[in-house]
């Protein structure tokens, strides 16, 4: 089900952005996030919970009859539904105008109001650039080919929300994410972006130029285009297909509790059903299980769920190791490399990543058959001493990677005066910080226990140069005493047998 990585025209960055959007719609795989012991887990048939809607997809929405929702070639009018949709959004957040049970449908939208691939195929214009593209690519272009004024409209952040980085300025972006992975990860999906428009460009070009007039069809309308798909797009689970659902633009995010959004085959509408109770008058929140990197890339910020957070801290074997070929036998049975990546959560470390820190740092091939991927199991005092402090030593160097302090985001905060980019950013920093802080604390409780320090000849104690030290300045009192005994002995001839004979 889930996309590859090696598709020829679909670029890696914008299909991991179809996962990561997929697996944000699919329950728990087993009671856990899907990033589960430090690898990703794409769901596969049998390994998935049973949605959380009970009505099967026997007309699949991306399936339906294209002709409901044809959309000429020739013409660029937005759809009637979509264009009062446009029109009645203020960016207010909007609040629930009564009680609504556990349960209970909070808002249904037909399935004609729901934009999905199969609307873009309807075109016959855009048949040939969406071919074998990605979902979210699709919808896009599906985009582009509307009213300039949706585009916009879809882009623009609500009320006191922050814009989508895709559409900061480098400049912004070095400014305000300085040290968060969110910068390089805008920066590296702007450039697959550009690079998927370079591609797409050059079949326009070659097939009817004409169609796809230059105020609208550009590498930054594009850009801006995929910032509004990804502010407003839903994987809809029963379906099996994303859906732009500009009805849900303004509604919050959160990874703690909100409303779930999927498809129900039997009223052919998409609908928005309570997970929890919510009281008149209450902000609508949706659920969404993507971690706060995310939810900044694509939203401009959003609550993640503390079980679903997460950062990737790298690790590698060393190339100059002897024991090289061996250790990467053994990566290559349970399937990690050379060089991985690692999730760390709140006060979590995964099994997988220690036990790989563990095997990159043995020196002795016995030690080999202790290496355990499935639970935690300590290879050596010395081993773990090594890898614990070489893993402190990252933390600590990404901590200090930020400007300035968790004081001052909180500062930002609570300033009225601060830009949301500002304050979407600072939020962004500090739930980045207190993963690396609440790690670096559980390291050195891992630390604690530990008494001493590695050295060729075993554990030596942490504190034997103090000792050696004081050992030193107590034995200078009895020094005159010692010096004239030895003179005493070598005058009476005490250490010379042969003395006198």
Same mark, same amino acid.
């Given at each position: ?235 809809? $689970?029963?379906?099996?297909? !994303? %859906?732009?659902?500009?009805?849900? /633009? @303004?509604?919050?995010? +959160?990874? =703690? ?105 043995? $020196?002795?091939?016995?030690? !080999? %058959?202790?290496?355990?991927?499935? /639970? @935690?199991?300590?290879? +050596?005092? =010395? ?119």
């Amino acid at each position: 089900r889930m996309r590859s990585l090696s598709s020829n025209h679909i670029d890696a960055s914008v299909t991991y952005v179809d996962n990561m959007l997929r697996s944000a719609a699919l329950p728990a795989l087993h009671g856990r996030p899907a990033w589960e012991h430090g690898v990703r887990f794409a769901p596969m048939p049998g390994q998935m919970c049973q949605p959380r809607f009970s009505s099967s997809c026997s007309t699949p929405l991306h399936a339906r009859d294209r002709s409901r929702h044809k959309v000429s070639a020739a013409s660029s009018a937005v759809q009637p539904s979509l264009a009062s949709e446009f029109v009645s959004s203020n960016g207010e957040r909007p609040r629930a105008a009564r009680d609504y049970a556990t349960g209970e449908i909070v808002r249904e939208i037909p399935d004609s109001d729901a934009i999905t691939r199969a609307d873009a195929q309807s075109i016959q214009a855009l048949e040939p650039l969406i071919e074998s593209r990605s979902e979210l690519v699709a919808i896009a272009l599906w985009l582009m080919r509307q009213e300039a004024s949706a585009v916009e409209t879809l882009a623009r952040p609500g009320e006191g929300r922050a814009s989508s980085p895709l559409l900061w300025s480098q400049q912004r972006l070095d400014e305000l994410l300085q040290g968060s992975p969110v910068r390089d990860m805008v920066v590296e999906r702007k450039q697959a972006l550009i690079a998927e428009w370079a591609d797409i460009s050059k079949l326009i070009s070659e097939h009817d130029p004409a169609a796809f007039p230059p105020d609208k069809f550009s590498e930054a309308k594009f850009i801006e285009a995929m910032a509004a798909t990804l502010r407003s797009v839903f994987y809809l $689970q029963s379906a099996e297909c !994303f %859906a732009l659902l500009p009805q849900l /633009r @303004d509604w919050d995010r +959160s990874g =703690e509790k909100g409303a779930v959004v999927d498809y129900d085959s039997l009223s052919s509408s998409v609908i928005v059903r309570a997970d929890t109770g919510i009281k008149r008058g209450q902000d609508l929140v949706l659920r969404d299980e993507r971690p706060s990197c995310e939810l900044m890339f694509a939203l401009g910020g959003g609550t993640a769920g503390q079980d679903v957070d997460f950062l990737e801290v790298p690790a590698s074997l060393v190339i100059t190791d002897r024991l090289y070929g061996l250790k990467k036998e053994i990566l290559d049975s349970v399937g990690l490399g050379v060089k991985q990546m690692f999730p760390i959560r709140h006060d979590s470390l995964s099994v997988q990543h220690l036990a790989y820190l563990r095997l990159s740092r043995i $020196q002795d091939t016995a030690q !080999f %058959a202790k290496v355990n991927f499935e /639970r @935690d199991v300590i290879i +050596s005092v =010395e081993n773990e001493y090594e890898i614990l402090q070489l893993l402190m030593s990252d933390l600590r160097a990404r901590v200090q990677g930020y400007s300035g302090g968790i004081e001052e985001d909180i500062s930002i905060l609570q300033r009225g005066d601060a830009a949301p980019e500002e304050k979407a950013a600072a939020k962004q920093r500090i739930a980045e910080r207190k993963i690396l802080l609440t790690n670096m604390d559980g390291v050195r409780q891992r630390l604690a226990p530990i008494r001493g320090i590695p050295t060729k000849a075993g554990m030596q104690d942490p504190n034997s140069d103090i000792k050696e030290i004081f050992d030193a300045m107590e034995s200078i009192p009895a020094l005159p005493s010692k010096l004239f005994n030895r003179l005493r002995d070598w005058a009476t001839g005490k250490d010379d047998p042969t003395w006198k004979k």
